[in-house]
């Protein structure tokens, strides 16, 4: 008999931290007094490559629209752009890169366009040259339905067996 109550205090000991440890993930309110954090943010209809860098993804470049060139311009690799939204209806695109790797081969650089990072593919390619040039219409056609898209990226990732001594410039320029 003496074993129960015994038994009842360590039963409830492991309910009271028990709910202390769920209260600190947000699974169960915590102990009077405690407050929970509040989460106000909307989480996006799509990825786009800021959020892939806001979420932790680590060692992405992300480009930016330059005027002067008329074109998005991206200093390395791994690259990512996101597409403005002017320029979601436009499916012919000329890429540009210029870089050099240790051995001067490349096993491959991958690019695409696509809806969302991680989304429907609409254009892709790889490419086994530090200095190139890939053109819709000519090597490959692009087309996406412009109306039914909210998010264009680009995308430029390279083999892992390629070692790119400094940087990898792309220039991705909107032709029509």
């Known amino acids: 008999m003496k074993r129960i109550p015994a038994l009842l205090v360590a039963i409830g000991l492991l309910v009271v931290f028990s709910g202390t440890a769920f209260a600190a993930k947000g699974g169960i309110p915590g102990p009077p007094g405690t407050t929970q954090p509040i989460t106000t943010t909307t989480p996006p209809e799509y990825w786009t490559c800021q959020a892939r860098v806001d979420n932790?993804?680590?060692?992405?470049?992300?480009?930016?629209?330059?005027?002067t060139v008329g074109a998005y311009t991206v200093p390395n690799v791994p690259a990512c752009i996101d597409i403005l939204t002017g320029d979601l209806d436009t499916t012919a695109w000329r890429v540009e890169w210029k870089g050099s790797t240790v051995?001067?081969?490349?096993?491959?650089?991958?690019l695409v366009f696509e809806a969302e990072v991680h989304g429907t593919v609409y254009a892709e390619t790889v490419v086994?040259?530090?200095?190139?040039?890939?053109?819709?219409?000519?090597?490959?056609?692009?087309?996406w339905p412009a109306t039914e898209i909210g998010n264009l990226v680009f995308v430029a990732m390279p083999h892992s067996g390629d070692r790119w001594v400094g940087p990898v410039t792309f220039v991705v320029t909107?032709?029509?």
């Open 174 to 176: 909107p032709l029509n």
């Open 128 to 143: 086994t040259s530090e200095i190139g040039t890939w053109e819709t219409g000519t090597s490959w056609g692009a087309s």
């Open 56 to 67: 932790g993804a680590t060692g992405w470049v992300l480009g930016s629209w330059d005027e």
């Open 103 to 110: 051995k001067g081969t490349v096993k491959g650089v991958k």
